[in-house]
């Protein structure tokens, strides 16, 4: 497939399964415990391959941070859904997200970007924060989602950065998941005194196969920013709300109000933009 058809399809296949990914740590009792069985079972199941690719030698700077950022973020994650709805919490979090990383591709990094990739990234970016109007949302939640946000910016460019800079992309994908999934499990080991290895025992079907997803959503995100331009991809894969949605009203009860359904079209728009660009 031509790479100009190849990553965005990738990105919007990542945004998908993020929203499944998302949606089983929501559903788990101990959101905490939840994450470590995801970031740790990636890891675990990632281990073997770092004998099978090259040392991310040129990447090491990138991995490091993007390890450190992902504690940040993955911490935000949990104390969002923990005090939010998904349905309020998801969209702030995803809709915010595109527009700082867009931000930092551009303003501080050079990337280009033309008026109409911009254009759709904003009207993504809109249609998504508009799934969260009518929606609970305290400032508590509010805050942890906002960070959820910056945290999502700064790992998008971290990442897209490494991932080139590495001798091959498979090489900083699977160094990525070992190196910030042992950071996260042990990052949350500590902030739980421990809790989370017994409460594990009672959720870890359901966290091993979201690990297991975890691996395909972003494994295709970085194989994508490998091959494209980091602010219209990290905005496609926003694209996921619009399975978000879907997994709101067939799983979690919601209804499909004429905003939602609007928004829905705003997002799908918002990617035509992007990919006629």
Known sequence: MNPELLAPAM?????????????????????????????????LILLPATLLVPLPHGAWGWLGMSAVIHCFYLYAVVRAFETSDFSAAYPVMRGVAPMLTAALAILVFGEGASARELAGIALICGAVGALVIGRHLDRAGLGWALLTAAMIGCYTIADAHGVRAAPRPASYIVWSFVVSGTAIVTMFGLASR????????????????????????????????????????????????????????????????????????????????????
């Not at 949605?245 to 035509?272: K, M, N, Y």
């Open 11 to 43: 990105m919007i296949a990542s945004g998908s399964i993020h929203a499944v990914v998302n949606a089983i740590l929501k559903g788990g009792k101990d959101k905490m415990a939840g994450r470590a069985i995801i970031d740790g079972s990636s890891a």
């Open 194 to 277: 421990g809790r989370i290895f017994a409460s594990a025992l009672g959720q870890w079907k359901a966290g091993v196969t979201a690990g297991a997803l975890s691996i395909v959503t972003y494994g295709l995100a970085l194989s994508a920013f490998a091959i494209g331009a980091i602010a219209p991809l990290a905005a496609l894969r926003e694209t996921g709300m619009v399975t978000g949605l879907a997994i709101a009203v067939l799983f979690l009860g919601e209804r499909v109000t004429p905003l939602r359904a609007l928004s829905v079209l705003g997002i799908l728009a918002g990617a035509a933009l992007v990919l006629s660009a």
